[in-house]
């Protein structure tokens, strides 16, 4: 099933442009978004029932642990078990991020209580 970048769901969270390809009228198990981080970094969540793979297309990123710090550089992978606490900063990235089950985020939990989209 092709999902066209042009009917792309664009939204911005937390200063991180996201494009989600896969929001309307996905019947499989998994979906994918682009995000785009200029100088950014997503807040500290934990993801409480979905995989979350990151494959940089361009750039570089940092995805955090409390016990560790992965650096991923252009097409390296990434997966993230569901229960793990961990944040994602870039000064320059553009990341393919895909979930499964699908992300909803009814499944995150925002570390600090204080994050707002």
């Known amino acids: 099933m092709k999902f066209p970048f042009e009917k792309a769901v664009w939204k911005n ?18 979906d994918c978004a682009i ?22 297309l361009d750039g570089e990123c940092f995805i ?17 078990e569901p229960g793990r606490a961990h944040t994602t900063r870039a000064e320059y990235a553009d990341i393919l991020i895909a979930c499964t089950p699908p992300f909803d985020i009814k499944n995150v939990e925002f570390v600090d209580k204080k994050c707002d989209q």
């Open 35 to 56: 995000a785009k981080f200029r100088s950014g970094k997503y807040p500290l969540k934990i993801n409480h029932n979905f995989h979350e793979m990151f494959y940089v």
């Open 64 to 80: 955090e642990f409390d016990d560790e710090t992965v650096h991923l550089k252009k097409q390296d992978v990434h997966i993230i």
């Open 13 to 30: 969270a937390f200063g991180i442009d996201i494009a989600e390809h896969c929001v309307a009228n996905n019947p499989f198990p998994i």
